[in-house]
């Protein structure tokens, strides 16, 4: 969570603190830099388009990452690709560009702040959520330091232009180390649940014999292949029930943790269910 927390952080200051500056810095009248406060509204207004990606699937294929994932899929690189466009404008001559572009960064981040805070929710378990934010708020407090004080001190040695892509490269940089195989992996997650809940008998089968249990982070993953409310999938396997056992990682342990009352039935590459009936 501390690396969601700082790829949320890091937009906020370029269509706020940092912005503002930068344009001071190219000469804008104060007129101008007073509007760019109104730009900061997207985060207190979000909860106007919160129930779009609340309700509506993600576009095409990003579909099978289920909902919060599949759109911060959709909605990282745009946000990316925002950033890079705003870090290459030019504030002296292109003002109103450069307004338009920070407010489409501060929406793009703040739909991105939705469907994080979203899944974060129901993702971990009760018992976790606390160290869950703790790591979230810690990676935004960092990020917000290198979006503000590491943008201003890097303006000397290589300008505002270089400054700001770094910050639009960061969250890219970082998904370049270990994010890219395990997005990879959790495709292969997601692709082979739904061929071992066709092995188990299908979605009538699955809820036949009882409540559907998965490991911690899988909750919305299942509710979404199984076509039930999320509260409806449980993390601590008791009878009657179907349990649904993975790893959340290719390095981590099968989880959740199973009674013996619960019987395997089938598996399927990432997945083994059992059932207790």
């Known amino acids: 969570m501390a690396a969601y927390g700082f790829v949320a952080g890091l937009p906020l200051p370029l269509s706020g603190f940092t912005f503002r500056y930068w344009m001071s810095e190219a000469g804008v009248s ?20 919160a129930p779009v990606l609340d309700n509506v699937l993600p576009p095409g294929p990003l579909r099978r990452l289920g909902r919060r994932r599949g759109w911060l899929a959709a909605i990282q690189p745009a946000l990316g ?32 702040d939705i469907a994080i805070d979203a899944w974060r929710i129901e993702a971990y378990s009760q018992p976790r959520q606390g160290a869950a934010l703790a790591a979230y708020i810690w990676g935004y407090r960092c990020a917000l330091l290198l979006a503000t004080t590491g943008v201003l001190w890097a303006v000397t040695p290589i300008g505002w232009h270089g400054a700001l892509l ?22 292969d997650l997601a692709t ?19 409540r559907p249990y998965v490991g911690d982070l899988r909750g919305p993953l299942l509710a979404y292949h199984l076509d039930v409310e999320k509260h409806r999938v449980a993390f601590v396997p008791r009878p009657p029930g179907t349990v649904f056992l993975s790893r959340i990682a290719a390095d981590a342990p099968v989880e959740p943790v199973t009674p013996p009352s619960f019987t395997p039935v089938t598996r ?6 059992r059932i207790a009936c």
């Not at 104060?30 to 388009?49: P, Q």
């Not at 407010?103 to 981040?109: Q, T």
């Not at 739904?194 to 036949?208: C, F, N, P």
Request: charged fraction near 15%; charge should be positive.
């Open 81 to 112: 690709a925002a950033a890079a466009m705003l870090a290459v404008s030019d504030p002296a001559n292109m003002p109103a560009l450069c307004l338009a572009l920070a407010a489409l960064v501060a929406f793009l981040s703040a739909s991105q």
């Open 166 to 187: 770094v910050v639009a490269a960061v969250p890219k940089l970082i998904d370049l180390s270990d994010l890219r195989s395990d997005q990879a992996y959790q495709r």
């Open 192 to 210: 082979d649940l739904t061929r071992v809940i066709d092995r188990a008998g299908g979605r009538s089968a699955v809820l036949a014999c009882g």
């Open 268 to 273: 399927v590459r990432l997945w083994q269910v």
């Open 30 to 49: 104060l007129a101008l830099i007073g509007i760019t406060a109104n730009i900061s509204l997207a985060y207190s207004l979000k909860f106007l388009w």
